[in-house]
């Protein structure tokens, strides 16, 4: 297991970038504590994939540097890194049988061989592939060798870090839960360091003990799943997390005020004179729905998705969403909204400001 740090680190795939927007990874550092399950959660094209690959040793860095347990590891072959990888997608031995398959990496490194046959059993039952394991991979469903794939990534016991990359996105549904539930488990039990990629914010919530988010090349927060939902350091983040997310309302900040419109909404901190475009954050949990007194608002439409409503709305020709509890009744007359002031987020250009006690 190791501490995982990223010194001064930026790629791009340009071989002399002359300007931001030509890194897929713009400069960041970052330390990844020894034994904790991390999520690089963002949407396609972030940036995710190539950190992890510059963390493997598939990927040199343009600058900066790697480094295992403050060893560096920067220009150091993926084996010799000592770390496990899945990919996307399924990468086994067709020749070989599943119990082969998942036996390779500890025939590898000469391990004896009854410890082999104990622990290919028992990630065999983990994965639910105790009853084929005698099986040809050739002949095997694509999800299945996904499984396997999986369980090769986390036969080994001995590994600094086991890096995932969207793995599951070719297994059925109910299965991704279980194997969740299962790497969760793996992880409480041995403490590898776990880096999971995904651009599924349930798979990054349910996984990791940090979460780290990325956009448009840039790490723009890592935190827990509930520092994420309730203070995100950046509008992506807000957007991104949720469902439906953060809304995001331009807004005039004016001490313990914000200016909506032709109306005002109380914050729950101060702040002082903030340039460029500021904006308030509201999750649709922490907005309600009355016949007054409030913000007036228009309904345009109403989604019931089971355990609760979506009300989508239009605030001052801004878009608003409210989430309203299944049963509860809506505004008979003219509808309007309220805000939990200590609920809401204040930005700046994108960036969360932190408010002062009013």
Known sequence: MAEITLSHLAHSYFPRPTEDSQFALKEL??????????????????????????????????????????KDVTDLAPEARNIAQVFQFPVVYDTMTVRENLAFPLKNRRMDPDYIAARVQAIAEMIGMEAVLDRKARGLTADAKQKISLGRGMVRRDVNAILFDEPLTVIDPHMKWELRTQLRTLHREFGHTMIYVTHDQTEALTFADQVVVMHEGRVVQMGTPQELFERPAHTFVGYFIGSPGMNLIDAGIEGTRARIGDATVALGAAYGTLTGRTRIGIRPEYVTLTDGPGLPVTIRRIEDVGRHRIVRAELFGQPLNVIAEEGAPLPSGAPHVSFAPEKINVYADDWRVEGEAA
């Open 29 to 70: 550092d970052h330390v990844w504590q020894d034994g904790q399950a991390y999520a690089l959660l963002g949407a396609s094209g972030c940036g995710k994939t190539t950190l992890l690959n510059i963390i493997s040793g598939l990927i040199r860095p343009s600058q900066g540097q790697v480094l295992f347990n403050g």
